[in-house]
């Protein structure tokens, strides 16, 4: 049986942002991606969405305070 | 010029190569100067290691002291010693090898496994100290070496320096291995097996770990300092190293002359003594190397070690000018943001006025003046600093021009930081405005004692003067005390009422007390109000509402009883707060509404008025407190916890039937009849049983001790009020004290195997008595029995506070070490300074601040709609 990680409550929502999307991202914030927080390939959440190291991943989290928060990390080796 | 990256750094063993290398010259001579006072050649002050006296040239690169940073030279020992630092590891080495062919004892495929794993660990950054450990595990059972088949000995390692085979041991026979020796069986070992032992054959080999050669630090690491008698006095580390070279001569002397073995063997012990002790003078095992005075040497080891060392005594904290420390005491007078600096230390401290053609006439009256706030030195443009005489007065003050800086004394007004230690919290270091007073102590507003947690039982703090216009912009700014009014800590105010504030808050506006116009007047003496309605007759509130402003606010009291249904605005205790439009109109003012930690009015008033508002109203609400409490007095004695026999009798009565339910219930256990809780053995049971009904036996004496107190009672007062002490203290002093525990549990252990607290039960007594319910209160005094379970109860907390707070304190040190490079930046993400990677995208991920935030909460919902729909009065 196949599950999705996703699925669990406790698990965030993490996608893989389009290579515009990076650019105008980097741009707003004015760093290099080496400057982001990272999260590594082998991550099993990572290998679910399929990102490949290079990548920045969106995480999505739900905030007590701020209904939602934001969060990027780049995906190394 | 450009910063460099460092990308790593690595430490690696001195071989004896190359200390002679770096060495100018072999040293010989025990003794330092000559009779002229002059060097020795060949001695530890040798001017080739460098000068240190003016006048003096180094011999080696011809700087002169202070321009030549100096030279190592060394010492050639006579006979090879073990390096204390590194025996652990010789240990482990001669434990792990072949005595006969200096293999290590794994087969070589074991051994590579081990090396991988190492290089992973390190590879991942990890600590792999538990891999050398069960390599030395498994290396030490061996008793065949795999390589040659040599039979193996257990090494025996006996602290700090001493090696030992044993031959045999069912008689104990076993023989020492000289540092010759273990330096020869080092140098057996293969580079291919170090990597095993953790160790990089590119730097170290393990025969360097024996010394046969030693570095001798430059003079200027180690100076000589003249006394005021004239005296050259050396430091202890050339002290040290005169002992070293002393043996290491004799040493040589005595194999020369061809004295006996057991002379040399001696000779080479006495060496190695001072070699360990030279590298660092608190080895366990070995007396320290003390001074002529009988004080323990400071050498290597001590320089740089603990409080005072190299690391945390002169890297990470430094000593500051324009500072001062006393103890301070409390003045209710001056406001909460100023501070009471003691003319002595006004007078020392300068604040700088940079002149300038709009303030020069200024500067010169300041460099003119006779009296205190005088100019005590003046610098020039080209920075040299002229101190301010009478003699020079005048012509400094006619030559003065702009671009010049006057340094003139503290005076009233000036902004100064003032800080108490622990700095745990922002609000440990506050700016304050100078209030220049009499006498040597610091003095603060009682008002500002919780966010520094400060008491007048002698604690001292420091001050700080700003030396830059910006610095005192910056202060006024950002670290004036009114700027931390509400505490980041909870969103609540850490600045408020305490102690006598409340009480007299409490005296003033409870119930529908009336006042005399003449009260009132006194009352308001020292406060700063302007206009007073035209009355006879002012009641409480009306007096407290001249102080408030145009707030509207309603809450329930500290004093509130938490009624089943709270019958708000008709609450007969007049437990419920109402302020409509900056009018008391119902409710008692206490803790809840101007204490230091709760105060809601104090809340209000910021986040409505701001800072300098609240800042007022605390300054005239403490004010007003003193000025009540003074006039009204209020006093506690020894007979306000008396209680009326009737009551005595009635605690007395419900004491001892608890007790006798107390024997019920062991009586019930002997026999087997007492019914276990769930999941709870019988002798739980029986322990939670006796400490429940115990609990409800001093709870019932302390309700019994409460009626007949009294609301009028000053101890009580000051419990419902919350200013200090609570309804469990007065229990203590007026009813029973009651049971005493250590862990949580009743007193059990004591007096040897017996079963018993002290001597004076039987055996296995599980009576309330025995085991430490004291049923005396503060005020009838304790039994002597009483008083000994007391103290055993006592002294858990004082040991908890101790462990507690040098615990805590080593966590901060650790927290501030991992934070202090990130910075909220102006977008709102939180960066690491030097490298500018991102740790949070918003501060918090929600981007409050929460100071600004509502008592923890991004925002006040409740108090949104009530504005929106106009229930708030604006
Ligand atoms: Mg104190
Ligand atoms: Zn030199
Ligand atoms: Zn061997
Ligand atoms: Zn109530």
Same mark, same amino acid.
């Given at each position: 049986?196949?599950?999705?990680?996703?699925?669990?409550?406790?698990?965030?929502?993490?996608?893989?942002?389009?290579?515009?999307?990076?650019?105008?991202?980097?741009?707003?914030?004015?760093?290099?991606?080496?400057?982001?927080?990272?999260?590594?390939?082998?991550?099993?959440?990572?290998?679910?969405?399929?990102?490949?190291?290079?990548?920045?991943?969106?995480?999505?989290?739900?905030?007590?305070?701020?209904?939602?928060?934001?969060?990027?990390?780049?995906?190394?080796? | 010029?450009?910063?460099?990256?460092?990308?790593?750094?690595?430490?690696?063993?001195?071989?004896? $190569?190359?200390?002679?290398?770096?060495?100018?010259?072999?040293?010989?001579?025990?003794?330092?100067?000559?009779?002229?006072?002059?060097?020795?050649?060949?001695?530890?002050?040798?001017?080739?290691?460098? @000068?240190?006296?003016?006048?003096?040239?180094?011999?080696?690169?011809?700087?002169?002291?202070?321009?030549?940073?100096?030279?190592?030279?060394?010492?050639?020992?006579?006979?090879?010693?073990?390096?204390?630092?590194?025996?652990?590891?010789?240990?482990?080495?001669?434990?792990?090898?072949?005595?006969?062919?200096?293999?290590?004892?794994?087969?070589?495929?074991?051994?590579?496994?081990?090396?991988?794993?190492?290089?992973?660990?390190?590879?991942?950054?990890?600590?792999?100290?538990?891999?050398?450990?069960?390599?030395?595990?498994?290396?030490?059972?061996?008793?065949?070496?795999?390589?040659?088949?040599?039979?193996?000995?257990?090494?025996?390692?006996?602290?700090?320096?001493?090696?030992?085979?044993?031959?045999?041991?069912?008689?104990?026979?076993?023989?020492?291995?000289?540092?010759?020796?273990?330096?020869?069986?080092?140098?057996?070992?293969?580079?291919?097996?170090?990597?095993?032992?953790?160790?990089?054959?590119?730097?170290?080999?393990?025969?360097?770990?024996?010394?046969?050669?030693?570095?001798?630090?430059?003079?200027?690491?180690?100076?000589?300092?003249?006394?005021?008698?004239?005296?050259?006095?050396?430091?202890?580390?050339?002290?040290?190293?005169?002992?070293?070279? &002393?043996?290491?001569?004799?040493?040589?002397?005595?194999?020369?002359?061809?004295?006996? $073995?057991?002379?040399?063997?001696?000779?080479?012990?006495?060496?190695?003594?001072?070699?360990?002790?030279?590298?660092?003078?608190? +080895?366990?095992?070995?007396?320290?190397?003390?001074?002529?005075?009988?004080?323990?040497?400071?050498?290597? #080891? =001590?320089?740089?070690?603990?409080? /005072?060392?190299?690391?945390?005594?002169?890297?990470?904290?430094?000593?500051?000018?324009?500072?001062?420390?006393?103890?301070?005491?409390? /003045?209710?007078?001056?406001?909460?943001?100023?501070?009471?600096?003691?003319?002595?230390?006004?007078?020392?401290?300068? +604040?700088?006025?940079?002149?300038?053609?709009?303030?020069?006439?200024?500067?010169?009256?300041?460099?003119?003046?006779?009296?205190?706030?005088?100019?005590?030195?003046?610098?020039?443009?080209?920075?040299?600093?002229?101190?301010?005489?009478?003699?020079?007065?005048?012509? !400094?003050?006619?030559?003065?021009?702009?671009?010049?800086?006057?340094?003139? %004394?503290?005076?009233?007004?000036?902004?100064?930081?003032?800080?108490?230690?622990?700095?745990?919290?922002?609000?440990?270091?506050?700016?304050?405005?100078?209030?220049?007073?009499?006498?040597?102590?610091?003095?603060?507003?009682?008002?500002?004692?919780?966010?520094?947690?400060?008491?007048?039982?002698?604690?001292?703090?420091?001050?700080?003067?700003? $030396?830059?216009?910006?610095?005192?912009?910056? #202060?006024?700014?950002?670290?004036?005390?009114?700027?931390?009014? !509400?505490?980041?800590?909870?969103?609540?105010?850490?600045?408020?009422?305490?102690?006598?504030?409340?009480?007299?808050?409490?005296?003033?506006?409870?119930?529908?007390?009336?006042?005399?116009?003449?009260?009132?007047?006194?009352?308001?003496?020292?406060?700063?109000?302007?206009?007073?309605?035209?009355?006879?007759?002012?009641?409480?509130?009306?007096?407290?509402?001249?102080?408030?402003?145009?707030?509207?606010?309603?809450?329930?009291?500290?004093?509130? $009883?938490?009624?089943?249904?709270?019958?708000?605005?008709?609450?007969?205790?007049?437990?419920?707060? +109402?302020?409509?439009?900056?009018?008391?109109?119902?409710?008692?003012?206490?803790?809840?509404? @101007?204490?230091?930690?709760?105060?809601?009015?104090?809340?209000?008033?910021? &986040?409505?008025?701001?800072?300098?508002?609240?800042?007022?109203?605390? /300054?005239?609400?403490?004010?007003?407190?003193?000025?009540?409490?003074?006039?009204?007095?209020?006093?506690?004695?020894?007979?306000?916890?008396?209680?009326?026999?009737?009551?005595? =009798?009635?605690?007395?009565?419900?004491?001892?039937?608890?007790?006798? &339910?107390?024997?019920?219930?062991?009586?019930?256990?002997?026999?087997?009849?007492?019914?276990?809780?769930?999941?709870?053995?019988?002798?739980?049971?029986?322990?939670?049983?006796?400490?429940?009904?115990?609990?409800?036996?001093?709870?019932?004496?302390?309700?019994?001790?409460?009626?007949?107190?009294?609301?009028?009672?000053?101890?009580?007062?000051?419990?419902?009020?919350?200013?200090?002490?609570?309804?469990?203290? !007065?229990?203590?002093?007026?009813?029973?004290?009651?049971?005493?525990?250590?862990?949580?549990?009743?007193?059990?252990?004591?007096?040897?195997?017996?079963?018993?607290?002290?001597?004076?039960?039987?055996?296995?007594?599980?009576?309330?008595?025995?085991?430490?319910?004291?049923?005396?209160?503060?005020?009838?005094?304790?039994?002597?029995? %009483?008083?000994?379970?007391?103290?055993?109860?006592?002294?858990?907390?004082?040991?908890?506070?101790?462990?507690?707070?040098?615990?805590?304190?080593?966590?901060?040190?650790?927290?501030?070490?991992?934070?202090?490079?990130?910075?909220?930046?102006?977008?709102?993400?939180?960066?690491?300074?030097?490298?500018?990677?991102?740790? =949070?995208?918003?501060?918090?991920?929600?981007?409050?601040?929460?100071?600004?935030?509502?008592?923890?909460?991004?925002?006040?919902?409740?108090?949104?709609?009530?504005?929106? !729909?106009?229930?708030?009065?604006?």
């Amino acid at each position: 049986m196949k599950v999705s990680l996703q699925d669990h409550v406790l698990v965030p929502k993490h996608e893989i942002l389009k290579e515009s999307e990076v650019e105008e991202l980097l741009k707003l914030l004015g760093v290099s991606k080496e400057q982001l927080p990272k999260i590594k390939a082998m991550d099993p959440i990572v290998k679910e969405i399929g990102a490949k190291p290079g990548d920045i991943v969106k995480i999505t989290r739900k905030s007590h305070t701020a209904e939602f928060s934001v969060f990027y990390r780049l995906v190394v080796e | 010029m450009f910063p460099k990256k460092i990308s790593a750094i690595k430490f690696e063993v001195l071989s004896p $190569q190359e200390v002679r290398r770096m060495s100018v010259t072999k040293l010989v001579t025990p003794e330092t100067y000559d009779d002229d006072g002059f060097p020795v050649e060949g001695g530890l002050m040798d001017t080739r290691l460098g @000068v240190i006296d003016p006048g003096l040239k180094c011999k080696t690169c011809g700087g002169k002291a202070g321009e030549c940073s100096g030279h190592f030279g060394h010492i050639e020992l006579a006979a090879p010693v073990i390096h204390v630092g590194y025996a652990k590891i010789i240990a482990r080495l001669l434990t792990g090898t072949c005595r006969e062919c200096g293999r290590i004892l794994l087969k070589d495929e074991r051994r590579d496994k081990f090396i991988r794993e190492i290089e992973r660990l390190k590879s991942l950054g990890q600590s792999y100290e538990e891999v050398l450990k069960e390599v030395f595990r498994l290396t030490k059972a061996v008793k065949k070496c795999p390589h040659c088949g040599a039979e193996q000995l257990e090494i025996k390692f006996e602290k700090p320096t001493s090696f030992f085979e044993v031959i045999d041991p069912e008689v104990k026979e076993e023989e020492k291995l000289t540092p010759k020796d273990v330096r020869e069986r080092l140098e057996k070992i293969p580079n291919e097996d170090l990597l095993a032992f953790g160790l990089d054959p590119k730097a170290v080999r393990p025969e360097w770990l024996v010394l046969t050669v030693l570095p001798v630090p430059p003079v200027t690491v180690r100076p000589s300092i003249i006394l005021e008698t004239g005296q050259r006095s050396e430091d202890d580390l050339t002290h040290k190293l005169v002992d070293i070279i &002393r043996i290491n001569q004799r040493f040589i002397e005595n194999r020369e002359a061809g004295a006996p $073995q057991q002379i040399l063997e001696d000779l080479w012990e006495l060496l190695q003594y001072h070699v360990t002790t030279y590298l660092d003078n608190e +080895v366990s095992g070995i007396p320290p190397a003390r001074h002529r005075s009988g004080r323990p040497l400071k050498t290597l #080891a =001590q320089r740089l070690k603990g409080k /005072d060392g190299r690391f945390r005594g002169s890297l990470s904290g430094k000593r500051v000018n324009f500072s001062a420390r006393t103890v301070i005491s409390p /003045d209710p007078c001056i406001s909460i943001s100023e501070v009471g600096v003691p003319e002595e230390i006004a007078r020392e401290l300068t +604040v700088p006025i940079f002149v300038t053609p709009n303030n020069i006439e200024i500067a010169k009256q300041i460099i003119l003046r006779g009296e205190h706030p005088k100019a005590s030195y003046v610098v020039r443009a080209d920075g040299k600093k002229i101190r301010i005489i009478d003699t020079n007065k005048e012509e !400094l003050a006619e030559k003065l021009e702009p671009g010049w800086i006057v340094e003139r %004394e503290l005076t009233d007004g000036d902004i100064v930081l003032f800080n108490r230690q622990p700095s745990l919290h922002r609000m440990s270091i506050m700016a304050h405005y100078v209030r220049v007073l009499p006498y040597k102590t610091f003095r603060l507003n009682p008002a500002v004692c919780p966010p520094y947690n400060a008491d007048f039982d002698g604690d001292e703090m420091n001050l700080h003067v700003p $030396q830059s216009l910006e610095a005192q912009a910056e #202060a006024k700014m950002l670290m004036a005390v009114q700027e931390h009014i !509400l505490s980041p800590r909870f969103g609540g105010p850490i600045i408020g009422g305490i102690h006598d504030h409340v009480t007299g808050l409490y005296l003033l506006t409870r119930g529908n007390k009336e006042f005399s116009k003449e009260e009132a007047l006194e009352f308001l003496r020292s406060v700063d109000v302007s206009e007073i309605p035209a009355k006879d007759k002012y009641t409480g509130k009306e007096i407290f509402s001249l102080i408030l402003p145009k707030i509207s606010i309603k809450f329930k009291a500290e004093v509130c $009883q938490g009624c089943e249904v709270c019958k708000e605005e008709n609450c007969e205790n007049d437990a419920y707060v +109402v302020v409509e439009n900056g009018q008391l109109l119902k409710g008692t003012i206490d803790e809840k509404a @101007v204490g230091a930690f709760k105060g809601i009015i104090i809340d209000e008033i910021m &986040r409505k008025f701001g800072a300098m508002a609240t800042k007022k109203f605390i /300054d005239d609400m403490t004010k007003l407190a003193i000025g009540v409490i003074s006039r009204l007095g209020f006093t506690i004695g020894i007979d306000d916890e008396d209680i009326p026999r009737e009551a005595a =009798q009635q605690i007395e009565e419900t004491i001892a039937e608890a007790e006798k &339910r107390v024997e019920e219930l062991i009586k019930a256990y002997r026999e087997g009849n007492l019914e276990p809780m769930p999941g709870r053995s019988i002798e739980e049971t029986l322990e939670l049983r006796i400490m429940q009904e115990l609990g409800r036996a001093r709870d019932r004496a302390g309700k019994i001790a409460g009626r007949y107190l009294g609301m009028d009672n000053s101890a009580v007062i000051m419990a419902v009020s919350g200013a200090r002490g609570s309804m469990l203290n !007065l229990t203590q002093m007026a009813a029973c004290i009651g049971q005493q525990s250590v862990r949580g549990e009743r007193l059990t252990r004591g007096y040897a195997y017996t079963h018993r607290t002290t001597s004076h039960f039987k055996p296995h007594d599980l009576g309330a008595k025995a085991r430490g319910f004291v049923r005396n209160s503060y005020k009838s005094g304790l039994s002597p029995i %009483e008083f000994f379970f007391h103290a055993a109860g006592g002294r858990e907390g004082l040991v908890d506070t101790a462990v507690r707070t040098s615990q805590s304190g080593y966590l901060q040190r650790r927290m501030i070490n991992a934070l202090q490079d990130l910075k909220v930046e102006y977008d709102g993400t939180v960066r690491e300074q030097t490298s500018g990677v991102i740790v =949070q995208f918003k501060y918090g991920e929600d981007g409050v601040d929460p100071r600004k935030s509502f008592r923890g909460k991004a925002v006040d919902v409740k108090r949104i709609i009530k504005e929106v !729909l106009g229930e708030v009065k604006e």
